[in-house]
């Protein structure tokens, strides 16, 4: 289980939004990089990287920010938002992105993830953002016919790395995962799920470390860190006490 903490970029700056909506956004923190060493000395492993700008742009908004994060970090990131070409994925990945989220073209143009997570062995993953369980789509502003499973499953034996489940009516409301979807799309398909939308308390990191849940590889947490909700050090602590724990014979 992997806790990855969100850094969503508008117009450069770290910010979080409701529900995906870009009128209700609070800024967090005017430096990005300041913002993802102080994840890195929280201990943690990976970081979540949102160009949201890019994702209703359909191309990367937020590129100085994004160069400025990898600079300033050792651990790996995550990024997502307007990444719809093979010339945006070769360019990320080449310039130290450790794996690519691609949403909007997953729906568009199947083929450039079943291709591109075939060049890239590990690297390429699929976010999946689902409102009222159909998948939205262009930066969350419009909704498909298709739903979460059915686009879940169209990557089956693609290779691809993971997706990132998102339940957008959760999305920086803090009301917690529906973990009950997530674990039945982890039950559906053999790819890794990461839940994301929802996580508000210590209490839901510990559901997700229940054994009903041991199918899920990690969850993105965003808002409740930023406002103290949850502590980054005790949940760390409760993740790592699960992962190293020993096994005790009877």
Avoid at 55 to 65: E, Q
Avoid at 152 to 169: C, L, P, S, W
């Amino acid at each position: 289980m992997i806790l990855f903490p969100a850094i969503d970029l508008k117009d450069g700056l770290v910010v979080r939004l409701q529900q995906g909506d870009m009128a209700r956004v609070t800024v967090f923190n005017r430096d990005a990089a300041a913002q993802a060493k102080a994840f890195e000395r929280r201990g943690f492993e990976y970081l979540h990287v949102v160009d949201l700008d890019g994702a209703f742009a359909g191309k990367a908004m937020n590129a100085a920010a994004v160069a400025r994060i990898l600079a300033a970090v050792k651990i790996p990131l995550q990024l997502g938002g307007g990444i719809r070409d093979r010339a945006a994925i070769e360019g990320w990945l080449g310039r130290g992105v450790a794996r690519i989220i691609i949403g909007t073209a997953a729906v568009r143009d199947p083929a450039l993830v079943k291709e591109a997570a075939k060049d890239f062995p590990g690297r390429v993953a699929v976010g999946l953002d689902a409102r009222d369980g159909k998948v939205a789509v262009e930066g969350w502003a419009e909704t498909a016919a298709l739903s979460a499973l059915d686009l879940a499953k169209r990557f089956e034996d693609a290779g691809v790395a993971a997706i990132i489940y998102t339940d957008i009516a959760r999305d920086g409301m803090l009301k917690g995962l529906d973990l009950d979807a997530t674990i039945a799309l982890a039950d559906a398909v053999s790819i890794p799920i990461i839940a994301s939308g929802g996580v508000a308390s210590i209490a839901d990191v510990r559901a997700l470390l229940a054994p009903q849940a041991r199918k899920l590889a990690g969850a993105i947490v965003g808002r409740a860190l930023y406002d103290g909700r949850l502590d980054a050090a005790e949940a760390l602590k409760a993740i790592r006490s699960v992962r190293y724990r020993p096994i005790v014979s009877s």
